[in-house]
């Protein structure tokens, strides 16, 4: 097993997620993941682990600019007939995840860009001195910017949790 | 170092606990942080806060994950798909080679006899009217309704630089021959499963004059010719991508080849002891659609499940494009479903 085979068993989750994160697609983020590693086979970097987490950010930021057009083809795709049954969750639990859901993504996208890029970066694993290579911040800046984008979005989803247990009051 | 190591009344900033709790710092940083936390107990609170701030963002960003649990696709299957990745790009820089190659032959060739046209007026006075001429006769044969020729535009140019148009239009009869006989190949009704009296769709779908089936979708350069095959060797074509419901004989297997990085469709005919045929379809979420439409009024269909998908490339890169299995055949839909259910893809 080489490098790039550890790298892509261990750290494969790690990329869907931080793609996931950036474009709110599960299947286009594993296809995303995939291209990455496609693409690291063939350049062969030498810091594997940054250089997956900057195509991939680049590749979220392409996929984006495209989403548009994208959106059109998924709900043709949507109109097709897909799964077998399978078991729907309860009413309730999917209302309640829903709502955990778009809070939890409203603080997110509360954040300055640069905020959430660091906060989702070190989520996803990387160290200081591999966000601040990627995000162009100086490291001992890494630091500062976390302790920020941490606290805003913990405030922001606080603000929209009591926002929405006032509504349902 | 840091003023709060020599100045006690100053405490630790909170960029650098959140590094601390980061594991981002050096060992002498840390080794100073702990000094500093054994002996302040404020900073000792605000450590906890920290550390109870960064544990909330960790379970929040944990539920914003797109599954419970991702599995990676086998590396295998991604060497593969970059080895093939690779193939095309050998196979298309070719293509432009050949492409710009075959240019520059007929920019040369062009270029040589509009030179030569230039250079010699006589011989320019003498063609001019021999093209014309030449051009008109043949105007009253049925090859003539080739429509370059009825163009101004390219008969003033041919004008200009064809000596000769015989061996030329010779050429454009041939190429309409090549090409009328390159559409009546794609025309070829598709082949019936000849083992049983099988619900063939494809069959009746050509006798309609539709035989949607033997027509690419889109502008598809290749030939999509369905093909009857043992199951061994269809086994083989298909890798282990076969829908097959266990326990039933096989009676016939069909598949039709996809675009490049597109595996075939694939129809496996069964026949159940009652003499019932049914007959799972694998591939493009739009072809099997398109079979599931077109049948006879007895023959139903199951719901759809998705197979896995291919991964094809396109002008913005590789992409995905679903698959789906279905079962047909002249049974009730529930059972139908349930035969779904139970099909494999071997």
């Not at chain 2, 069959?203 to 502008?219: C, D, I, K, S």
């Amino acid at each position: 097993m080489d490098d790039l085979e550890r790298l892509y068993k261990t750290h494969y989750a790690a990329v869907v997620r931080f793609l996931y994160r950036k474009i709110w697609d599960a299947d286009r983020a594993e296809d995303l993941a995939q291209e990455v590693f496609i693409r690291a086979m063939a350049h062969r970097p030498e810091k594997p682990r940054a250089w997956i987490f900057a195509v991939a950010a680049n590749l979220a930021r392409d996929e984006a600019r495209a989403a548009i057009r994208r959106k059109k083809h998924l709900t043709l795709l949507k109109d097709d007939p897909i799964p077998l049954s399978t078991p729907e969750p309860s009413a309730e639990d999917a209302v309640d995840r829903e709502e955990r859901w778009a809070r939890v993504t409203g603080a997110l996208a509360a954040l300055t860009e640069r905020d959430r890029d660091v906060l989702l970066l070190w989520d996803a694993g990387l160290s200081y001195p591999e966000i601040a290579a990627q995000t162009g911040l100086a490291v001992g800046a890494v630091g500062t910017t976390l302790a920020r984008a941490r606290k805003r979005l913990i405030e922001a989803h606080d603000r929209l949790d009591y926002q929405a247990r006032t509504a349902h009051s | 170092m840091t003023d709060w190591t020599i100045k006690q009344e100053r405490h630790i900033p909170e960029d650098e606990l959140h590094a601390y709790l980061d594991q981002a710092l050096s060992r002498s940083q840390c080794a100073e942080i702990e000094t500093h936390l054994s002996a302040c107990k404020l900073c000792q609170a605000r450590r906890s806060a920290v550390a109870a701030l960064r544990d909330r963002t960790t379970a929040l960003l944990s539920g914003l994950a797109p599954r419970p649990v991702i599995v990676p696709p086998s590396f295998q299957d991604l060497r593969e798909r970059q080895s093939r990745r690779l193939a095309l790009a050998v196979w298309r820089a070719r293509l432009q080679r050949s492409s710009l190659w075959a240019a520059g032959v007929v920019a040369a060739v062009g270029a040589g006899w509009v030179a030569r046209t230039l250079l010699d007026p006589h011989r320019t006075t003498v063609s001019a009217p021999l093209v014309a001429q030449s051009v008109a006769t043949p105007a009253s044969s049925p090859i003539a309704a080739v429509p370059a020729i009825d163009s101004a535009s390219t008969a003033e140019i041919e004008k200009q630089a064809t000596p000769a148009p015989l061996p030329q239009r010779s050429a454009v009869v041939a190429a309409h021959n090549v090409s009328s006989a390159r559409s009546s190949r794609a025309l070829v009704p598709a082949p019936t499963l000849q083992l049983a009296s099988v619900v063939t769709p494809v069959t009746r779908a050509a006798v309609e004059g539709r035989a949607p089936l033997t027509r690419p979708a889109g502008n598809d350069p290749f030939d999509r010719v369905w093909r009857v095959v043992p199951w061994e060797d269809a086994l083989q074509i298909a890798g282990s991508e076969l829908p097959f419901i266990e326990g039933i004989p096989v009676v016939g297997v069909m598949f039709q080849p996809g675009v490049p990085g597109e595996r075939p469709t694939v129809i496996v005919a069964q026949q159940d002891p009652n003499g019932e045929v049914i007959q799972s379809i694998e591939g493009p979420v739009a072809r099997v659609n398109e079979l599931r439409t077109h049948q006879p009024s007895d023959v139903h269909a199951s719901d759809v499940a998705r197979t896995a998908p291919d991964y094809v490339d396109g002008p913005g890169g590789m992409h995905r494009a679903l698959r789906i299995l279905t079962v047909i055949g002249r049974l009730p839909v529930d059972s139908l479903n349930t035969l779904a259910r139970l099909a494999t893809i071997r």
